[in-house]
């Protein structure tokens, strides 16, 4: 990007015109900055970076004030055009930035301000001290820069290309060498070739004679394979023939078993009118037994009475509960085990909302799990009893399901010890399941005849629901 330096009111107050005309008078024309190699302007960039912080704070134009800030690797990339622009419009900023890079310089900067140049100097670092202090003969100067950059341009154009030319020659002579190299190496194959196209002659020879031979042979076993279909064809006529006997026995024996499968379908149809009429007798006496003892239907259920009062009665297990436990971890049992008639499905509330929906809230675990286990009363008409900890804590519960009843343990008892107090009041011979991953409660329930399965289980069942 070449640097130009357009006219500006300040260069008055530092770079003084000699000769100025009058008012009215015609001003002298203002010649156009010169187009700078690369390298000069870069250089120039370069040497303004390095001595931009140095200088005062006020004597900073305000474009540069944010570059200037910048750490030394990143001002002269990021910032090169602003730097750029601002010598070629500023030539106040110009002169202060020429006075530091002067004094860096030493001697070179000394003598390019008197118009000379060392013969040893670098072209570039002079043209960039002349465009800078702008001494007497500094196009000059820059012009012979750019001179001396072209020439080493060209310079290393022709180093690269003698270059470039010796490694052809060098490449050309290490192919000459490979192609002789390559030339022996086919002679050789083609004299190994020669032998070997010999010796597969001979081959050819040997394998025509065994072909010949194998020919013969062949007739003879065609021969053979024709005698052996005819006696094939003789079996499987005979085997047809046995086939067609063995279907005419398994129709008969089909024929048998459909008289066998009408009659014992006959004598079951006799041992189920036997069995309605036992089971019908059984119904009737028990009306009877009901109507006698004079039973009215009860609409409150044991664990209600545990529900309602929390009353702990110690004591030894009912007599028959062994007869109802079973140890049972199987996933699969919780549908057989629910379809078992007037069956009571008791929860361990927090133990299944845990390792199920952990990640909820507890107010949207307990919501979560009682609407889930309303499904299943719905479903399978069982009674369902979900036990919380801590009634203390709870405010606003939302009404449960027709079917389940919702208990919170009081303060001084956990969930556990209700579990297990509703278990001990079911009577003896009622299906009792409790849901429970503690391995304590199942432990307990177990010895009161109670079903334990673990909460996988249930999460189970409630994601088919």
Same mark, same amino acid.
């Given at each position: 990007m070449p640097l130009t330096e357009p006219h500006d009111d300040r260069s008055s107050a530092e770079?003084?015109?000699?000769?100025?005309?009058?008012?009215?008078e015609d001003l002298p024309t203002v010649e156009p900055e010169p187009a700078l190699p690369e390298p000069v302007r870069q250089r120039i960039v370069t040497l303004t970076a390095t001595v931009l912080p140095g200088l005062p704070a006020d004597e900073v134009p305000v474009p540069l004030r944010r570059v200037a800030k910048f750490a030394p690797n990143r001002r002269a990339r990021l910032g090169a055009p602003v730097i750029a622009a601002q010598l070629t419009a500023d030539p106040l900023f110009r002169q202060r930035v020429s006075a530091r890079v002067l004094v860096d310089a030493g001697d070179l900067g000394a003598a390019v301000v008197e118009g000379t140049a060392p013969a040893a100097a670098d072209p570039v670092e002079v043209a960039a001290l002349a465009y800078l202090a702008r001494p007497r003969g500094w196009r000059e100067l820059i012009e012979a820069s750019g001179e001396?950059?072209?020439a080493e341009a060209d310079s290393a154009v022709v180093a690269e290309l003698v270059r470039e030319a010796e490694q052809r020659a060098t490449r050309a002579e290490h192919d000459r060498a490979v192609a002789r190299v390559e030339a022996e190496k086919l002679r050789d194959e083609l004299a190994r070739v020669r032998e070997e196209l010999g010796q597969l002659r001979e081959e050819a020879r040997q394998l025509t004679r065994t072909l010949r031979e194998t020919q013969a042979r062949e007739r003879k076993a065609a021969e053979l394979l024709a005698t052996e279909r005819g006696r094939a064809a003789r079996a499987a006529a005979d085997a047809d023939a046995e086939l067609r006997r063995a279907r005419a026995r398994l129709a008969e024996a089909e024929a048998a078993a459909g008289v066998a499968r009408a009659s014992a379908k006959e004598a079951r149809s006799v041992d189920d009118a036997r069995l309605w009429l036992l089971l019908e007798t059984i119904g009737q006496a028990a009306v009877g037994l009901r109507r006698e003892l004079a039973l009215d239907p009860v609409d409150t259920l044991p664990a209600d009475f545990v529900a309602d009062a929390f009353a702990d009665q110690p004591g030894a297990a009912p007599a028959g509960a062994a007869t109802r436990a079973r140890d049972t971890d199987d996933p699969a049992r919780l549908d057989q085990l629910l379809a078992l008639p007037r069956a009571h499905l008791v929860v361990d509330g927090y133990n299944v909302t845990k390792r199920g929906f952990g990640e909820m809230s507890l107010e949207q675990q307990r919501k979560r799990l009682i609407t889930g286990l309303g499904g299943i009363a719905a479903q399978t008409g069982d009674e369902v009893t979900v036990v919380f900890d801590g009634a203390e804590r709870i405010h606003g519960l939302p009404p449960a399901p027709r079917g389940v009843r919702v208990l919170f343990s009081r303060k001084g008892e956990t969930a556990d010890e209700l579990i297990r107090r509703l278990v001990r009041a079911e009577p003896a011979g009622r299906p009792v399941v409790v849901?429970?991953?503690? @391995?304590?409660? +199942?432990?307990?329930?177990? @010895?009161?005849? +109670?079903?334990p399965l673990g909460a996988d289980s249930l999460l189970r069942r409630l994601s088919r629901s």
């Open positions: 770079e003084p015109v000699v000769g100025v005309p009058e008012t009215g001396a950059v072209r849901v429970s991953s503690d @391995r304590e409660v +199942a432990d307990g329930v177990r @010895r009161h005849g +109670a079903y």
